[in-house]
Nanobody
Framework: QVQLTESGGGLVQPGGSLRLSCAAS????????AEWYRQAHGKLRELVAT???????SYAGSGKGRFTISRDNTKNSVDLQMNSLKPEDTAVYYC?????????WGQGTQVTVSS
């Protein structure tokens, strides 16, 4: 059994920064690709950022140039650094890890960007 625990969400003013973290625990084998998604109220879940097993990163949508995904294989964790946050970044953010044993989702962490 694998559990993903997300942290780092919260309320931040426009222009501020947050760092989300996703830590995997349990019966962990090698983590392949890791992704962050987000889902705003009333909208579909969308991909935000991806990092593959070779640490190659890619970004989708408005997060390009503002968000940075990174991983620490020694800690089985994946982070998302978010800078210059905008009100439209408000959403629940989810991590998704692809491992040899399956694909796992975190429970989500709320990010609210508001003055």
């Amino acid at each position: 059994q694998v559990q993903l625990t997300e942290s780092g969400g919260g309320l931040v003013q426009p222009g501020g920064s947050l760092r989300l973290s996703c830590a995997a625990s349990g019966s962990i084998f090698a983590i392949g690709a890791a992704e962050w998604y987000r889902q705003a109220h009333g909208k579909l879940r969308e991909l935000v950022a991806t990092i593959n097993s070779g640490d190659k990163t890619s970004y989708a949508g408005s997060g390009k140039g503002r968000f940075t995904i990174s991983r620490d294989n020694t800690k089985n964790s994946v982070d998302l650094q978010m800078n210059s946050l905008k009100p439209e970044d408000t959403a629940v953010y989810y991590c998704r890890l692809i491992m040899s044993g399956g694909i796992y989702w975190g429970q989500g962490t709320q990010v609210t960007v508001s003055s």
